[in-house]
């Protein structure tokens, strides 16, 4: 019995060595690890354009080609198009910032004289409070934290996170073409019957992942373009394609993002005085209505399939970790992930509760 603990005791030592250097290797590479990840998820939404492509007679190594090809194309007409007036708008922007928030904290001054809240000559404690230049610089750096959070912090000691997500795009093309002979690979790493029943969850773990993320670039792009066409008809044409774009990109995060994207727009409204900031209200509350009640539906449709605390949680996680990608991607990760433990685990185990209750049902 003594040899025998022994034996175990080594054995367990041995695991937990062998733990720790997998988690200090992990640890190490852990760049590597998230622009694969952003890789995956940029392979599993081009997938069906590629598939598309297979089925109309065209090789899968050129699809792919062709795909990125259109891709880039696409991504250069539309910087050439619009991206002078957008970084124009966006730095005008910032250069009025101050001078809108002075607007804000003298409307609020003014509704507290006339509410009794504060006397008339004297200075309101949020008036005190309410520093627009301060204010403008703290606006500036979170929204720097917003967008690229710690991603920068994870990949710069590789290549930095511009040059990440471009090797991203370069490993999602080299999954795309050769995805058959990688994914076999892969799979044929584990034991039957494990190999079979992973080979069958490639599919379906795709096609969630990559359908969550075109349905939000989707709904994104359709809210960005309503709401610089709104926002013109309200009297902000001079920001209103700015303003539009910054609350797209944002409503890419989901649950925080429209809510983030409308505050630069309100800021605005209500230094144009009058009614514009009920008007701009009521456009982001409308527009915000439609994305929850039809947009999001019929374009992300239950893509996800999990509970909206867990994806939640992923927003809140990814976005801490690495900015506006990680509440990106992080979602689609768990939702792939959620998607190979219900059909791997938990479903085999309720089956097999379910035959060993009628067995003793039987007997």
């Known amino acids: 019995m003594a040899e025998k603990r022994i034996t175990l005791s080594i054995t367990s030592l041995i695991l937990v060595v062998a733990v720790s250097l997998l988690l200090v290797l992990l640890w190490q590479l852990r760049s590597l690890i998230v622009v694969l990840m952003i890789a995956v998820v940029i392979a599993a939404t081009l997938a069906p354009i590629i598939a598309v492509a297979q089925k109309l007679g065209v090789p899968r190594w050129l699809a792919t080609i062709l795909v990125y090809l259109g891709l880039i194309s696409i991504l250069t007409g539309l910087i050439w198009l619009i991206g002078p007036t957008v970084v124009e708008q966006i730095q005008r922007l910032i250069r009025k910032l101050p001078s809108y928030l002075e607007a804000v904290r003298a409307l609020i001054d003014n509704l507290a004289m006339r509410f009794g809240m504060a006397e008339p000559g004297k200075p309101t404690i949020i008036s005190q409070l309410f520093d627009p230049q301060a204010l403008t610089n703290w606006v500036i750096r979170s929204s720097q934290k917003v967008l690229i959070g710690g991603y920068y912090v994870v990949t710069k000691g590789i290549i930095g996170n511009v040059f990440g997500l471009l090797l991203a795009f370069i490993l999602s093309g080299y999954m795309l073409s050769g995805s058959d002979e990688l994914l076999r690979d892969i799979i044929n790493l584990f034991p039957h019957p494990w190999n079979e029943r992973l080979a069958k969850q490639i599919k379906p773990v795709s096609k969630r992942m990559g359908g969550y993320i075109q349905g939000r670039i989707l709904v994104s792009t359709i809210l960005a373009i309503a709401i610089s066409i709104g926002l013109g008809f309200l009297g902000l044409s001079e920001l209103a394609l700015g303003l539009g774009v910054i609350a797209g990109f944002t409503n890419l995060i989901p649950f925080f993002g429209p809510v983030l994207g409308s505050i630069p727009a309100l800021i605005v409204a209500t230094a144009q005085g009058g009614f514009t900031f009920l008007w701009v209200l009521l456009l982001f509350v409308i527009i915000q209505n439609i994305e929850t009640y039809l947009l999001d539906p019929v374009l992300v449709g239950s893509s996800v399939k999990i509970h909206p605390l867990y994806q939640l949680l992923a927003v809140l996680g990814g ?30 185990k309720l089956l097999a509760e379910g035959k060993t209750l009628e067995l003793k049902n039987i007997d």
């Open 319 to 348: 976005a801490q970790v690495l900015g506006i990608i990680g509440a990106l991607i992080v979602p689609p990760w768990v939702a792939g992930s959620s998607l190979l433990l219900e059909t791997l685990y938990t479903q085999p």
